[in-house]
């Protein structure tokens, strides 16, 4: 009897863990999709081992929850990846450089005033003789011009003015527009170069003695280049001066442009060869060089640029080679384009520094000099007050209206 009984009991209690079974099995498959825990570590385990029937209750010692509690916290505890990335520095959007030299036009008035100005006047008095004549000359070649291009003018404009017979200031002014047009006007394109249709980024080597302005020119020609709608890497391979590659990165990383650099002293090929492969891996259209301008000896510079050269084009056809001269040195500036054309292949000039001088007839003589065109100049410390150079526009500003 009591066997008989015992038998029972087991069968019940089986029967009543086998119902419990289904029915939480059953609740399981009742959860809305939806609404079921997506990520299984979000889910705590209840503190002690279930036992029959528990599944379907709280768990003692915890408090109840909802469905919805259990679902939130991957939303209440984001994991750390989805975490905003922390705030990149501001990337300025750099002027337009359409028009710049007509906005910066003023900059120019040392030079409007000696050069200009000073022209017209003379071309203006009354009785055009000797004296008058060789004061024009005077004015050009203080304003730097050089003798061949003076002497070329003068003799253009005394044959001009003869023909005229009587002058009036606006005849005389499109007289002088014209002559200063015919010496700084070249056939050669005055853009930057930074569209070689190939898939690896245009290079530009910046050179030029350090105090010239190189490496501000460098972080200006980036900003005129991502106003252009470039994008551009920049290589601090000026790695004598000391401060140069931390002003570089400072340019870069105001228009959001990635400076490659090396230790101080290190060497610049090495950073220029690591710059044009940063380059081509980012796609960038352009990558911008800038070098040490130490003029130490002749054999040196050639060794230094040369190594830069080499190494750049293992990689990618070097497309410019922008030398950079002060405009306030005169004849010294000439000496330096001088050594540096004869060691590297010279495809532009800037002109930094024309807002601080009278001397703006320099363009016309450092073109001469080298053949090769101005294409862009500094009239400023200012982020944008580097300006493609656009002759009729710098001839309207030295003339005036
Ligand atoms: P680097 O040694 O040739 O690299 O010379 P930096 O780029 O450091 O420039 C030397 C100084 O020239 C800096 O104070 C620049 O702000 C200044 N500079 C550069 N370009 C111009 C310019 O077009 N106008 C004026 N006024 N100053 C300039």
Redesign the pocket.
Known sequence: MEIVILAVVIAVVLVGAVSGLVIGGRRKKQLPPAERPSAAPTITTPPAEPRVGDEAETPRDESRRTIEEVDLPAAEAPPAEAEPAPAAPEVEVPEPTEGRLVRLRARLARSQNALGKGLLTLLSREHLDEDTWEEIEDTLLTADVGVAPTQELVERLRERVRVLGTRTPQELRTLLREELLKLIATDAPRAVKTDNGLETPAVVMVV??????????TGKLARVLVADGKSVVLGAA?TF?AA?AD?LQTWGERVGARTVRGPEGGDPASIAFDAVKEGIAEHADVVLI?TA?RLHTKAGLMDELGKVKRVVEKQAPLDEVLL?LDATTGQNGLVQARVFAEVVNITGIVL?????TAKGGIVVAVQRELGVPVKLI????GPD??APFDPEAFVDALIGD
């Open positions: 030029g003695v350090n105090g010239t302005g190189k490496t501000t020119t000026d001066r140069a002003q800038d301008g950079v930094t520094k024309l807002d601080g500094g009239l400023g410390e007050d580097l």
